[in-house]
């Protein structure tokens, strides 16, 4: 089998850098790399170049369209039987080619898409953020887990579709705005088989600050709003969580001013949930201050997402606006 690997790119070359670098460690080497430019200021041109006798890379260089349209961009000009996305903020384990070949060998897969992980070498913003987006006591917990909600969306950090769900089904109809769950629905309605490689994991860099962070999940918290106005069966109760904790949160700094019986329950509530998160993360990547900053991710991650949520839920949907 052989893979195109797909990476759209915007103003971010030292990642690009640190990506390809992992690439030319794969123990599968039958494989293409294609990096498309998508109208940066700051271009990776050069940086791409210097692989050219490590890797079978293509450098493109087009005009600004957001990512979506920026991966069919590569999809039109791959090789390969099967097209692999990922994020340029990702790192490849060696043997993640290797894995997912394999595994495609014994399940015939249509689609798939795998988890992410913190390296060693994140910072530990880095590693909080990503504990936050992977935990079982966020909603970060049901991607990329085999105990998912509902049909299982790949997303597009770390996401692989086959030449022939390309063909029929076509690219992205959406550049933002979740955009690749709304390409796993239809891959999904056009009757192709989309499913979970629970090895074929990835380091997914995420944002370097919490601010960065709560702007992603903003953005994030919108982008479900923006998938139930093209399939309003996609909404679940799962999806209110983060608004309904954000919401919870507010009330609870509220009582904490107005009315103090109901504060004591609520501050119980909060702290406790807190705590959990704090002695997992503390488990999980065996520090004090990841556990502690895990904490601080955990609650920019649910207000966030929880406001984006309710900001497009009431625009969109409630007072109609588009």
């Not at 998508?38 to 260089?61: M, T």
């Not at 909600?149 to 022939?164: I, L, T």
């Not at 063909?167 to 550049?175: A, N, Y």
């Not at 949160?249 to 909060?270: D, Q, S």
Request: aromatic share 18%; proline share 4%; net charge positive.
């Amino acid at each position: 089998m052989f893979f195109s690997i797909i990476i759209p790119l915007y103003n971010r070359p030292q990642e690009i850098d640190e990506l390809l670098t992992t690439l030319t460690k794969q123990t599968y080497t039958q494989f293409e790399v294609l990096v498309i430019e998508d109208g940066s200021v700051n271009d990776a041109k050069e940086i791409v170049a210097s692989y050219a006798n490590r890797l079978d890379v293509k450098y493109f260089f087009k005009p600004n369209e957001g990512q979506g349209f920026t991966r069919n961009f590569g999809f039109e000009r791959a090789k390969g039987d099967y097209f692999v996305i990922f994020d340029s903020d990702c790192l490849i384990p060696e043997d993640y080619l290797e894995i997912v070949s394999a595994y495609l060998f014994e399940h015939q897969l249509d689609a798939y898409g795998g988890p992410d992980a913190a390296h060693e070498t994140f910072t530990p913003v880095q590693k909080a953020i990503s504990y936050a987006m992977t935990s079982p006591f966020t909603t970060g917990g049901i991607r990329g887990n085999k105990k998912h909600v509902g049909q299982f969306h790949p997303r597009s950090f770390n996401m692989g579709v086959s030449r022939e769900v390309w063909e029929k089904v076509g690219g992205f109809i959406l550049t933002r705005l979740g955009e690749d769950i709304e390409y796993s629905i239809r891959i999904h309605e056009n009757g192709f088989k989309i499913g979970l490689i629970p090895a074929a994991k990835v380091y997914h860099k995420r944002r370097t600050s919490f601010s960065q962070f709560y702007k992603q999940l903003h953005f994030f918290g919108r982008a479900r709003i923006n998938i139930y106005k093209h399939f309003p069966k996609e909404l679940k109760l799962i999806h209110f969580f983060p608004a309904v904790a954000t919401i919870g949160m507010m009330l609870t700094v509220l009582f904490n001013i107005f009315y103090w019986p109901l504060a004591y329950i609520c501050n119980f509530i909060v702290g406790l949930y807190f705590l959990l998160i704090f002695f997992h993360a503390w488990q999980v990547n065996k520090s004090i201050k990841i556990a502690f900053l895990s904490v601080i991710a955990s609650f920019i991650q649910l207000t966030a997402y929880g406001l984006g949520f309710i900001q497009d839920l009431f625009k969109r949907v409630i007072f109609k606006q588009s």
